[in-house]
């Protein structure tokens, strides 16, 4: 499996004229290699080059499967890592560089002459994350399956003087009981105006009737991630509410039923986005669509209007249209779609339905 990923990454590459690169987010070493380090301020960092072998070079304080899929390169705090990764250069030849190599590393590895040209090529790995394979997709629905049935006792957290915090401070555990990891990100849970602020953090605001109630949440589970937002109402909605919330509501679903492929995200964004200028609120839906997802719970590749590269089989992205309405309520409804030969399969099965707790 990891031999076929650098394969493509390899293809890639070539593709961008390039025959050498230094792979640094972690995230892609894992989907490259099986090896997941959180290096710190350590460097890390995967070196490909056309004809040779695939080589991890890393601080031998941390470990690594015994059958990595790849050779390996180790240090200590005394040595100095760039040399064994320039070492392994063509400096002859221009060196593609992800997104995570940090200037202390890039700078030096510039100044010793390591590579002709130092060229930011973050696409070619994220290109090959982008499309997920059989087996990764059956990691994405596992993980929204256990989302669907955390967000089901999420709603029973919510009673009258519960602040956001309290509640926020209860999740992980309930992800923990039912298999998951822990967090992909951390929570958001929003009482009343605060759903208005579409990052709103926890806080200790209490909860009042009359109130929306967020939640944006998502899981690791398998080391895949998920994410689902949905919103409810602590006590009857107003109209205005209820307005609001059928608005999202169809845009959502305008969006889904028009992901298959060779449709443009662009378009996708402008299904949901017309739904909601349709019925006057254009203006308080303020970000994207929505974004990809996989081993991170944002991966590049956006669901927006200036993005206008066509949707692939095997691609997996969240739909969440919003309506903010800033000192008043917020409403945000998100699900993950994987796209399909002939469409796209909804990841999240928890109901679109206006729910009344308490």
Do not use: W
């Not at 944006?216 to 307005?243: H, I, L, N, S």
């Not at 017309?274 to 839906?285: D, Q, T």
């Amino acid at each position: 499996m990891y031999e076929a990923r650098i394969e493509t990454v390899m293809q890639n590459l070539a593709r961008r004229g390039l025959s050498q690169m230094l792979v640094c987010d972690p995230r892609s070493i894992q989907y490259l290699t099986g090896a997941y380090l959180e290096p710190g301020e350590r460097f890390l960092g995967l070196v490909l080059v056309e004809g040779g072998a695939p080589t991890l070079v890393y601080n031998e304080m941390f470990a690594v499967p015994s059958d990595l899929s790849c050779a390996t390169l180790t240090f200590n705090d005394t040595e100095d890592p760039l040399a064994l990764a320039a070492g392994l250069l063509d400096p002859s030849r221009p060196l593609g560089c992800d997104k995570n190599l940090a200037a202390r590393f890039l700078i030096p590895l510039m100044e010793r002459g390591a590579a002709s040209a130092f060229v930011l090529a973050s696409d070619v790995v994220d290109d090959a994350r982008a499309h997920k394979s059989a087996e990764e997709r059956d990691l994405m629905r596992d993980a929204s399956h256990t989302n669907d049935a955390a967000m089901a006792r999420f709603k029973k957290l919510v009673r009258e003087g519960a602040t956001e915090a309290e509640v926020a401070g209860q999740l992980e555990g309930i992800y923990r009981e039912l298999g998951a990891q822990g967090h992909s990100f951390a929570p958001i849970v929003s009482f009343g105006a605060n759903a208005a602020d579409p990052h709103h953090e926890p806080d200790g605001t209490p909860l009042t009737a009359g109130d929306v109630v967020l939640f944006d949440v998502g899981c690791r589970q398998g080391e895949y991630c998920a994410d689902m937002t949905r919103t409810f109402f602590f006590g009857e909605p107003t109209d205005k509410q209820r307005e609001v919330y059928e608005t999202v509501r169809r845009a959502n679903e305008a969006a889904q039923r028009v992901v298959a492929p060779g449709v443009r995200f662009c378009d996708i964004d402008r299904a949901a986005r017309e739904v909601i200028e349709e019925a006057g609120y254009g203006p308080f839906f303020t970000h994207r669509l929505g974004h990809q997802i996989g081993l991170d719970v944002h991966e590049p590749g956006d669901v927006s209007s200036v993005h206008e590269a066509p949707v692939e089989v095997g691609m997996c992205f969240s739909i969440e249209p919003g309506i903010y309405l800033p000192g008043e309520f917020g409403v945000r409804i998100e699900d993950l779609v994987i796209v399909t030969e002939d469409g796209c399969e909804v990841l999240n099965g928890y109901p679109h339905e206006l729910e009344v707790l308490g």
